[in-house]
């Protein structure tokens, strides 16, 4: 019985070391991550009480899935183990500049992209729950996960969780059109929805007045534009965006933005040598599902999130192994010298 | 344009080091293997022209597989590159007395399973060549796979090539059943059968009457007599066998068969101290190709085939990475001692 | 609430890869070990609900010893961490005949030898629970560990748990008569006693007319008839040891004895390649305690916790990553041949 | 037969990992590099038809130097094997500011240092080729090896081959004057001439006037110069230079020129987060070479070999393990973020 | 018979590869390190002949950090080997903007920590040396420790040795106000003081006007301030200290300044990029007492100094494994280009 | 001035891990080796005092050959370091049955192999030292080196040194022919020669009648009878040699025999797990001189040696990381179970 419930695929992930490529590689590291998956781990690190819902394959690999979700605190009661099926795997090629990390996905035919109307009992699922998350990777993984991300967010919001949603698009598993289609089914159902410019454009449709062509002049206005058009339209109660500015392959700027209350709270903007921004995102969400279930203020709220996800990227993970004492240390000033 | 064909799935192969197993391991090695890929190399690595015939990936896990093959000089010119599919996979782990070492597949759905008639132009392929090589594992991919078997031993046949075959019975891929109907449909275009004697019963439903219930007691006679109902039903010319004793895990006795000219031809026994076993089958094809097609009379033959891969079970790999000098060398004596 | 509880110290353990002795290495390996840790871990990782208690310091090398209980499954709700405490550390060198493994310690002043009275509420932790685990180890870490265990001991007997000890002689811990003083404390309600005739001499003070000088010569008699004594004297239910012959550093034979219902049940005897030895006296209690608290007959109980106990000396780790399946596969002769 | 041939000597490379020195390293990794053995590779992954010539040791040291040549699709038809011969080795040790990577030879008596006359047959070599390249370095190995080069070059353009040469000046093999008095024997036969203002003045004895003492401050002007200076001297068609700011030992910026008809033409700056620098400026050829030969305009060309070259220090190898894709990718501003 | 004779504490150093956090390594690095153990090492790395005198655990730990000294050169006759004694460990944690490296110490009851009187017989050990040196860290390691700290520097003053002590005030050892009671017992018997504000302040109760809050804002003529006033009170006749400025976790710069013959000499600036920055400051100093004890200059002392320290931060490490010929490179000008 | 002086050439040794070849292997470790490298540092070890005297290149290879010979304690101010020369390099790959493991040597001319006559000024060497040790390998490497032996070797006897010497006949470097000419200037000034019954013969002309082609079947009498011969012929005092039983690649069997006072004095039979075998004829010759410098009688002296390089097979490395409280655990029986 965990305070917060989050559902999705979680994917075996293989990178190989020492920013080499896939073809020159006789290594590959092995962790595990996935955007639910991870604000799950994410959540119990700070020592919440979450539980991540998903289905896996009965082989090593759902078990090692199963493993390192627990190993860090996740409840995993909930999770379903199949026979005969397999376990999405992705690859990461670290890069340095001009050459961009790069992604391959092998995740078709997973266990839960086969999931079966009733296998998961939601109610029972949501018993004694607070929270509700998932993200727009769910239902892109098929009409069945389609089907049943809307039933754990209708059933969630019945039962009056808290339900918050990263809209997450990914182009290479559905299309714009597809991904508004589904996710106007249950976007009325969202208290807090995360997610950037593009996504907001090609998941809900809804685009700011000031947006470019490519998404790389967004300024601080057109996020809180954009943030009152999703809210105008949907009724949500919070919208949240992190902005990443792109400096070098191995430096980004981060900062985040809590619209809520009527007005956008920005946090301050974080410099960072980044050793693995995958999951960055899931982070911050966290952080925020953190915050706000801990009744901070937005001001507080976001500033706490956009720390906690500015030291994942520091993090060899998808998820991340960081202290609230870190966080602590660094929104008051810690600086970058060693601490002994 | 190769002297040698070899059709068949070649994966990505990953093993956790250390003798650790896949849910406690951080790290995997990563190679390539598959039973026509294997020979294929191994040929090659006997300065034999060899071509290896495959459907890939096209991204970077199928162009290593490619490179792989083309590394020790295999042929790659037949191999094609398919848009939208995957690579299969499978897992290694490595045990040691009394745990076994343990295979885990995600073969399905890859690129050559979906082959499609006339993707492949095998007039083309045999251009030249004289000996075709395929296994068991071919067709079991599917009907697909099982057509484009027939097909290309049948051209090959037509066309005046040697066609050897490994029997190769994968129970996970498709019964006993399966694996004699689709066999029947061109075993009789088959020069070389390779099998053992749980192969024959299940692939050819030929048993000797001296064989029990579990194969574990299989002497000289008996493979002697299943050699001869196998040419006396089928007309091979050949049949070869391998003869392993498990001593333990990491302990194996190692001998090898064939039956030619009406007689059967044994090897010496090696005594084995395996650091990677898989593969070992292959090699001895391979040795067995490369003496046939150099000449070599039986008795040499299945000398230098053992031989060559008795030397495999001591490479980290599925392909072996012996030279001839070290099996001549292995033939001559050479003896256990550090050679400077 | 965790049907069985065990209770004691962890350690980290580091160990040199390669063979490697610490002085020449360049790199550590880190796991976490300790007996009645491994024996918690062990039984989740069979599937039963146990729980591990234990004191550790509050800082990441404490942490990591939690997180290892919890990957694979174990309760940690009773762990205590604790400010100004240290972690236990091990060393493990791993030997080649003729130079055996060894072990160097570094575990004084860990957190849980300076416990204090009070700090762990044994009813509480006991609540809901059937059965009770630690050993020798643990009363040895100093005064104030023996009387913890004593009074866990004794709390355990008095709600009605089923208490299980593993006589677990350390001699560089405390002497012989210091065991022997402290262990007739609470000896009188132990239900199960596990250990070797060294054990049982140095701790119970216990010596069968058949043991020679060096336990060199144990013969099944000799076993049997210590047995017998320990009960006499102690009314033990059940006495339990292992019988492991040295063969070479890196092969070892192995085989288990249960005395219950006054005679002796004696497993078969497996031939082991040692890849970790560490750890195996625990998997075989953590074997036996499975099997008994699922009402298996003695020698169905022995037979699993030797087959369970053999099996984790091929895997590297305090702890055993063996399921149940692959007991029962080894229990169905399973053989040493590779398992696709 | 391939399209593309170049002529020179390679090297195992070792390298200590994690920016150790040779003397604190346990470990080195091995791959195999050269001027001319990269530019083959590279053209081999650039898809072209290239061979590499070469005489190498008969042991596994020429035979890995082989492999790797055909792992990435280059051709080793003409690769002689020379028994009593070595391999030439080099070490770098990887810097970080302010201290400077560094590089140690020991590639003195390798087997193409004592090539004989009439070793190779370059009449054969060329049959059916159209471009030859090869650099400074060859000629610097040697006498014999100087006589070689000079015979390739001449064989070459008697034959329509189009000649390309990296001056590549390296004082540690031969001084600025042996280098000129050997260079003046074929420069006439160049085509295309590829070299910064260093090389220039030391192997050519050209030097513009805007350049200072220590060629740090060369600027657009400079370069124009002095490729005019060398095509009125030498009569090339192509002068070419990469032009790269060390900002740090990590940081690098890179532009490259390549002057053409009567005039030269810049790419744009890449900033550069290194991996590995060596092998920058050979990728730069191949880019070239690759540019030309499929007819590129001279704009296109510079943009394609500078996006090439860029891309391969963010690549741990001599050799460059980047796509056509890739490239085009950068030159349509892909950017710098994680690629899904 | 050593020159220089250093006294203290070494540790084994545990440090997880690849930014890990400990929580999440599999492995950890070993190397030694220890202030005084670091000046010794460097400045046998520089060819002089140095000592380093401590107590060790009889145990391959203990043999461990004495044969590191041995392997670059230091002196070890003076050590003792202590039984039943352990080693100090210490753990490092590399991190990345925003998350600062970290240590984690576990040292308590060292060997060293345990001296008795009279264990170091100080005029033996000083016997034909012209230098000692020890630093604050050695006396904070209990009340042994700081007698015997004491005891050293008032032999070797009384011998007529110069002694250098740098102030390396350590938080988590002692407080502010026992850090000052001790050390002004033999403050006026140290020659060279190396310390910056915040040791100054902290150590010896001396801030300079210009200081503010949190030594942020540190300007050159502050620290000459400073200087002058720990000159005026103690008698100093050098003071020394580094300026670090901390632009982000793996990037500094790195400054000098000794104050020398009544003004301070300031070094050149270094952008560095780090590699490891433990040992950075002892590097300092063992520049410094290589440049005093061989008569250079003040400026030259301290530009020495300050390129041997900060390529110290390329080097993984505690100690220094630069050449006098690589400091020399730099102070040259050498640069940021690869070294052929 | 060490009490035990050896000369001869060290090489860096660079091996593949995990039973890799060359051509497969990604990484290499790297160590340092030599027959008198190896006897000084084993010396040192056992705490004997001993220098190594030899020639190195003035590069990070030389420095990392010295350094190692230092961790250890071997003494090394007679050391010369050599500017434009370079390392000798050797590469092993470890094999496993029925692959034996193989050697493959670039040491041609290294630094040693330039020496030049009055380089090395025997007299100061000897100053103060007792005994002198070298091999056969050192006068192979070609004539400078022989000249240089013979005169190490009278110069040692001259000054009343004890002269050991071990005949390791290296086929790859020199005939047997050239062997006995060489040895025949110096045999008479040997005190103690040890060396196999292959030495013996193609060394100093030797064989007992006993002998058969391929030295096979060596008894205990003919060791004894051929030491006969060699003390006759010659005048040694002592006569040893180890007796290899190589039962496969990864296990021998190992005993040592010592001819003195007129008769055979043989030790135990030792059944040894191969981790490394480099190195362990070395470490038995140090172990005779060990115990004769320390007046053991022949039977502890063949005992402690055999028990000695016996432990050195479970060592990876050419050097034995054992001390001397190893070989006496193991001497009183210690066995093959882990040590706590």
Redesign the interface.
Known sequence: MSKIITFGEAMVR?SP???????????????VGGAEFNVAVDLARLEESSSWVSLLPD???G??MR??A????AGVEHIQFKADS??G?Y?V?Y????????????R??SAISNIKPGEINWEEVFAGAEWFHTTGITPALGEACACETELAIKTAKKLGLFVSYDLNF???LWSSAEAQKVTERYAGCIDMCVGNEEDTEKVLGLKSGSTDEDYSKLDQDSYAETAQMMIDKYGFKYVATTL?E?????RNNWRGMLFAKGKPYFSTK??????D??GGGDSFSAGLIYSLINNKEPQDAVDFAT?YS??K?????DTN??DKS?VEA?LAG???????
Chains 1, 2, 3, 4, 5, 6 share one sequence.
């Open positions: 293989l070391p020492d920013f080499k490529r896939i073809e020159q590689t006789e290594a590959l590291n092995i962790t082989n090593p690999l078990k090692l493993n390192k627990r190993e860090q605190g397999r376990a795997i690859f090629e890069g340095a500049s001009p050459r961009p990390s790069k992604v391959l996905y092998d078709k035919n990914r182009g290479n990443r792109s400096v070098s392959v191995q974080y410099e960072l040598e980044l050793v921004r995958v720390a500015a030291l990227h520091s993090i060899f993970s192994w960081i870190d660094l810690g600086g970058t010298r060693i601490k002994r």
